[in-house]
């Protein structure tokens, strides 16, 4: 471990030379500018959220004049607009479990063994990746309806495997292949079976990849509101759904849209805060 | 290549077969169903044969005309936001540090906006673009340019090209800088022994070794943004008038809108289709990247 600690920083010193000698002079300004123009909209959302109404529509100020943290009372203490952030959190968790479950093995299958049809399977599972959920919307909702799980965050969570596990495959599957199949036929010949290899052996070794694939059907699935949306009405409703029904009732109230959209903000960094470093590893190492 | 051929490998592939076949072949067939019928309401379908299409395929009549307008406006946006995003998401990929703390803090400021749930890309946007409210909007105006998202179809435009580059140009930029991490430092080390300049080093070393992720990039935000609608839905409505009503908003408006369900399911069909077509030359182009890349990647390797 402190071999490759040490290795690292060498090569991590060795690099910052070799970069020095080529940095574009605008590299350090671009980034700014970059993360400037990211960190904007998001600031005046933070600051409308502590604003008043009041203030919000009188006129235009940079920072609030009066910081107010009603809006987010509000939101903590009425069970219409709480309940949505754990219907969505709920299905969110639901659906990165299943995929990843599910994936193991189709991502383990596909980068270790050819088979009858295996080019023209992943092309399917990839398509559907990119079909477009609109197409989904109305024959889900007689489908969820007919067998019984309509409004469940279990409808939401499956409607979502349908873009989540052949994305789950496809990361998985490039994690896997930079594995060297060595490590399988060694475990072999020391007798372990496949189920015990794959669990007490392979997936350790791919944990990072795991973790980047978890970090991606969380995101896929906490943004997708089109599906959620139309899967549920009351029992199950997402929160984005919740904003958008509540703002449009009665007037707008400005204040209280922007505090329930930084909250919906916080699951987001909380998940990339922990894959921060598997981020950096993993993006290097998987497809995406 | 030299993957052993197992047919028992199909066992492993059943779950997600299983899973993926409920929620995309059963639906796909409803819509199917639905695209050769038409319907009065009351449940009551009568067969329609190949109506639909025919309807669908002629830009004279009403539904071939909005889908062939959608179709346009749709393309026009997805040209537009790759001709953004992908320059400066290699731009923004070759100015992030690469190590120390830095690293974590710009990775995480940038991936936030990937994480904002879709409706409050609008919500933010909104907010932020408005005349009234908006800081953007608002500073806008005040430098003398008129500029009101809702009435004017340019600005229109402007607002959510602006806010695909905000929410989706990081992604590119993370798969860029994923390419660029995977270079040894002995590439580095070479162009300098030989004197390469930084546009060498960037055309020769770093864009040939970004060029598989680069196509990924390019599919993901080509066919999300081919289907993109909660975005715009939320800060335009498709709105004004019909200048920002992509496929995926028309054909919501015909499903959920009008129950319009045979010619929304004729639409859907063919919206698939291009989708595939799409996807099937991307995945030959990546695949045949796939065939060459041990090579290469023994070579740097050792």
Known sequence: MSAETATAAATASSVSRARSGFRIDGGAITLTLYLLFLMLPIYWLVIMSLKTNAEITSGMTLWPQQITFANYRTIFTDASWYSGYINSLSYVAINTVLSICLALPAAYAFSRYR???????????????????????????????????????????????????????????????????????????????FPRFFAKIFMPIIANGIGVTAFFCFMFSWVELLLARTLTTVNAKPIAATMTRTVSAAGMDWGLLAAAGVLTLVPGVLVIWFVRNYIAKGFALGRV | MDRPYDNRAWLLVLPVLAIVAFSAVIPLMTVVNYSVQDTFGNNQFFWNGAGWFKELLDPSSDLGGRVLSSLGR????????????????????????????????????????????????????????????????????????????????????????????????????????????????????????????????????????????????????????????????????????????????????????????????????????????????????????DVERPQAETGAAS
């Open chain 2, 74 to 289: 749709n393309l026009a946006f997805s040209g537009i936001i790759l001709a953004i995003e992908v320059p400066l998401g290699i731009a923004v990929a070759l100015a992030m540090p690469r190590e120390g703390w830095k690293v974590a803090a710009t990775l995480v400021l940038m991936a936030m906006p990937l994480l904002v749930p879709w409706n409050v890309v609008g919500t933010i946007w909104q907010v932020f673009a408005r005349g009234d409210i908006g800081l953007l909007g608002y500073a806008v105006n005040k430098l003398g340019i008129p500029y009101n998202y809702v009435s004017d179809p340019i600005a229109a435009w402007v607002t959510i090209v602006a806010m695909d580059v905000w929410h989706w140009t990081s992604l590119v930029a993370l798969l860029c800088y994923a390419g660029l991490k995977s270079i040894p430092d002995a590439y580095y080390q070479a162009a300098r022994i030989d004197g390469a300049s930084r546009w060498a080093v960037f055309r020769f070393i770093q864009l040939p070794k970004m060029r598989r992720v680069l196509i990924i990039a390019v599919l993901l935000r080509f066919m999300d943004s081919f289907m993109i609608y909660t975005e715009p839905f939320v800060v335009t409505g498709g709105g004004p008038g019909n200048s920002t009503t992509f496929l995926s908003i028309e054909l919501v408006k015909l499903a959920l809108g009008q129950f319009d369900l045979g010619k929304a399911a004729a639409m859907s069909i063919a919206y698939n289709l291009v989708i595939l077509a799409v996807c099937w030359v991307f995945y030959t182009v990546m695949t045949n990247l």
């Open chain 1, 115 to 193: 088979f009858l049809g295996d080019k023209h399977l992943f092309f399917w599972l990839l398509s559907n990746r990119m079909a477009p959920p609109a197409i989904f919307a109305l024959p889900f909702f007689n489908l969820y309806s007919a067998i019984g799980l309509f409004d469940t965050p279990w409808a939401v969570a499956l409607a979502h495997c349908l873009f989540n596990v052949p994305l789950a495959v496809w990361i998985l599957e490039g994690f896997m292949s930079g594995v060297p199949r060595e490590i399988d036929e060694t475990a072999y010949l020391d007798g372990y079976s």
